[in-house]
């Protein structure tokens, strides 16, 4: 089994900062892309930003230049530091893994994961 597991959200006012953190942990054999998610009320959940094992990243058009992507290989780890943040950025902000994880007897299967969701609110 796998799981990950989110943590840095929080209440903070316009223009400020947050730090999500994200860990991975269980039965890993390698993980693809790390992303994070993020679902506004009444809203579908779109990317935010996204990070691959070799360091590309990509961001939503609306978060270009105030937030950035991290992962640390080693400990399974992926970060998303924001800035400026804007009311707007208010909303559930979910972890996502494109991981294989190991099977006895069969070596590893690749599968989609999600964290639980932290939630971020940004005062005007």
């Known amino acids: 089994q796998v799981q990950l597991v989110e943590s840095g959200g929080g209440l903070v006012q316009a223009g400020g900062s947050l730090r999500l953190s994200c860990a991975a942990s269980?039965?890993?054999?390698?993980?693809?892309?790390m992303n994070w998610y993020r679902q506004a009320p009444g809203k579908q959940r779109e990317l935010v930003a996204g990070?691959?094992?070799?360091?590309?990243?990509n961001y939503a058009n609306s978060v270009k230049g105030r937030c950035t992507i991290s992962r640390d290989n080693d400990k399974n780890t992926v970060n998303l530091q924001m800035d400026e943040l804007k009311p707007e950025d208010t909303g559930v902000y979910y972890c996502?893994?494109?991981?294989?994880?190991?099977?006895?007897?069969?070596?590893?299967?690749?599968?989609?994961?999600w964290g639980q969701g932290t939630q971020v609110t940004v005062s005007s």
């Open positions: 269980g039965s890993i054999v390698s993980i693809n892309a």
């Open positions: 996502n893994a494109d991981i294989v994880h190991y099977i006895p007897a069969v070596g590893g299967a690749r599968r989609d994961y």
């Open positions: 990070i691959i094992a070799g360091g590309t990243t």
